[in-house]
Nanobody
Framework: VQLQAFGGGLVQPGGSLRLSCVAS????????MDWYRQAAGKERELVAV???????NYASFVKGRFTISRDNAKNTVYLQMNSLKPEDTAVYYC?????????????WGQGTLVTVSS
C-alpha cells in the first residue's frame, strides 16, 4: 500500500492550492483520512480529518479557510486551501487508516511542500 501526495507549490498570500493524496495497493477499505503539516523547526500538527462517512474536523488555525474532502471510489483525499497565509508554509502530509487482507494499519504519504510567499 502506498499514499502519494500531490499539489504543493509556491503561492502568494491570499491565494489557493488544492492538495490530493491517492492510496494505492491491495486495499479492502479506508477509514479516517487526515492531513498534517510540519513547518521548519516545528512539530508535525494535525490540519484536518475526514471519516469514512464524510464527517470532518479542522484545526482552529485553518477553520473557514481549508476544506477536506474525499472520493472513496478513487481512494483519494483532497485539501482545498484558500486564503493562504505565510504561516501556512509547511510540508503537508496525508495519513490514512487502511485495511488490507492482513491488517488495519496507518500509512503516511511522502509529503508535499506548500510555500506561501510574495
Amino acid at each position: 500500500v502506498q499514499l502519494q501526495a500531490f499539489g504543493g507549490g509556491l503561492v502568494q498570500p491570499g491565494g489557493s492550492l488544492r492538495l490530493s493524496c491517492v492510496a494505492s495497493g491491495s486495499i479492502l477499505g479506508i477509514s479516517d483520512m487526515d492531513w498534517y503539516r510540519q513547518a521548519a523547526g516545528k512539530e508535525r500538527e494535525l490540519v484536518a480529518v475526514i471519516t469514512s462517512d464524510g464527517s470532518t474536523n479542522y484545526a482552529s488555525f485553518v477553520k473557514g479557510r481549508f476544506t477536506i474532502s474525499r472520493d472513496n471510489a478513487k481512494n483519494t483525499v483532497y485539501l482545498q486551501m484558500n486564503s493562504l497565509k505565510p504561516e501556512d508554509t509547511a510540508v503537508y502530509y496525508c495519513n490514512a487508516e487502511i485495511r488490507t487482507a492482513w491488517a488495519l494499519k496507518t500509512y503516511w504519504g511522502q509529503g508535499t511542500l506548500v510555500t506561501v510567499s510574495s
